[in-house]
């Protein structure tokens, strides 16, 4: 339980945090963020003056350390989760941590026994699991309206990556976990596991890097190679269980593709199919209909200072439920995705890699 009966939020990274994290704590009733830093402190500075947070530390282990701190949020690049997460959860402190959840499976089992010892919540920030109508998607499809599961297609499309004038970061850098496999894949995969009710047993894919190389600094110093993928191509098996039977799916993701932005999952059972966009629109088709159907669903809370898309009203709802759990005392978080989530997408995630590396289908997980 918080201390005071009100959480402390301890923010590690100024990005995304200050773009979504930040405001969605900011909304929280019973919940205040009282430390903040970054790898540049002029960051951390601006984001503690535009969000009245009290103490800007010099590094992530003065976050750690505060008294005041109950929830650690770790938004930084996937080369630093490991080590912080662990340091975290064995500080006493709850964990949120951004995906991909580390850089692989060894690193991920590390965090999950971290957690497991340390009994404190440890989730990552698959914050799309709150829109109302994804929860509405599980529930149809792990309710059977759908039949037997036989296939589904996760396309994410977007050209954010497509100019090679933008700068070079830890974006392009594979040893730091940059990527659109890890970064958009971990999202395919967490997806399509939470809705199957099952997981990925085998996959193949193909990864690519269009722009190869970046300017060093945003001024246009000398370019940088780009060692990390802006493409990636996966085809997946499933394992028997759950919804699924004989499951098979394809996911398409591209940060280099120009056209308006796309982000879909579709679902294709034996009775007919389920579609939901990133606009969070529900559709539904009926085998033999020749048409997708609108379904009705409510509309997640937006906090206030946020953009206005899908990331943002997911982790408004979910910040909420966190700060509610922790008040309670309680370790978890109803629909969360768990460490050991995490690390059953990571085995995904190292397969294609593997899958990529040698042209050949890989077993996750070594099945």
Known sequence: MARSGVVGVG??????????QLPGFAACEGARVVAVTSARRE????????????????DWRGVVARADVDLVSIVTPPDTHAEMATAALEAGKAVLCEKPMAKNADETALMCAAARAAGRLALLDHELRF????RLMREMILGGELGRVRHAKF???ADSRALADRPWNWWSDERAGGGALGAIGSHAVDALHWLFGTRVSHVSAALAT?????????????????TSDDEASLLVNFREGGAAERATGVVSISMAEAGRPEHTVEVFGTDGALRID???RLSRARVGGGEWQSVETEEAPLAGGMRDNEWSRGFTVFAREMVAALREGRATVEGAATFDDGHQIQLVLDAARAAHASGCRVA???E
């Open 155 to 157: 396309l994410f499309r």
């Open 210 to 226: 269009h722009v190869r190389e970046r300017p060093h600094e945003p001024t246009g110093g000398d370019p940088r190679p780009v």
């Open 43 to 58: 960051n951390a500075e601006r984001a503690a003056r535009e969000f009245d947070i009290p103490f800007v530390a010099d």
């Open 11 to 20: 923010i590690i990274g100024t990005g995304f945090a200050r773009t979504t």
């Open 278 to 280: 990133g606009a969070g």
């Open 364 to 366: 996750v997980g070594g």
């Open 131 to 134: 829109l109302p109508a994804r």
